[in-house]
């Protein structure tokens, strides 16, 4: 019998079918390049970002140092441009202290609605025409 895994069944922010993020840089709570989540995701890593400066800078003042690559865990360094599965908590940081990157809407996780409204991500998203 299979087991159940709830990355099968993700949704993303709009109630539809969760799509990748990034490939390039591989990210993921999972690495598997979509912004999944389980109860083990401590830091929430749902919401699918695009890196700015402004933002590389902002995080890295707060402590998390995106941007210097960290090669012992495989980790290339992110520079503005880049899709990465950010925590939803500093996101959520970010847009309150008028930082926040913008967001891919398709490939941001539905507990990301935990910690901002869907119309705060769709202000924000890259993928609305």
Known sequence: MR???PRE????????PLQACSERPLTGFFRDGCCNTSPEDM???????VMTAEFLEFSKARGNDL???VPQFQFPGLK???????????????LDAGKAPRVVLA??????????????FKKHAVDLS
């Open 3 to 5: 087991r159940f895994d």
């Open 9 to 16: 069944h993700a949704r993303n922010v709009l109630g539809e």
């Open 43 to 49: 830091g929430v890593h749902t919401v699918c970002a």
């Open 67 to 69: 941007s210097t690559p």
């Open 80 to 94: 503005p441009g880049d899709r990465w599965c950010l925590c939803a908590p500093r996101w959520r940081e970010a």
């Open 107 to 120: 490939a941001t996780h539905e507990a990301s609605l935990e910690f901002a409204s869907l119309d705060d």
